[in-house]
């Protein structure tokens, strides 16, 4: 079982930056995929980005250029780095992982474990 903590959320100013954490613990294994995903109110959740346990990266259209996904895996933990945000950025973010093929990687249903939550709010 793998437990997921995400931290880092608040409220922030259209062009700033936000770093979220994402801290695993239990069996995680670090060749597993992790990924963030957000949901706006009133939306349906939606992919943001995805980092392999090779470190390979892929990102939605609407952040590419702005977040950086990356993983310490000595720490167990899983960054997501959003500069330039924008108002339609604000969302409740969340991490998951699981044993994940990268052809399922925007699949939600694929990923097992996801954390509660963090929200990031840009007015």
């Known amino acids: 079982h793998v437990q997921l903590v995400e931290s880092g959320g608040g409220s922030v100013r259209a062009g700033g930056s936000v770093r979220l954490s994402c801290e695993a613990s239990?069996?995680?294994?670090?060749?597993?995929?992790m990924a963030w995903f957000r949901q706006a109110p009133g939306k349906e959740r939606e992919g943001v980005g995805i980092i392999g346990g090779g470190g390979i990266t892929a990102y939605v259209e609407p952040v590419k250029g702005r977040f950086t996904i990356s993983k310490n895996n000595a720490k167990n933990t899983l960054y997501l780095q959003m500069n330039s945000l924008k108002p339609e950025d604000t969302a409740m973010y969340y991490c998951?992982?699981?044993?994940?093929?990268?052809?399922?990687?925007?699949?939600?249903?694929?990923?097992?474990?996801w954390g509660q939550g963090t929200q990031v709010t840009v007015s």
């Open positions: 239990g069996n995680a294994y670090t060749t597993n995929l």
């Open positions: 998951a992982t699981g044993s994940v093929r990268w052809t399922q990687r925007w699949e939600q249903n694929a990923y097992r474990y």
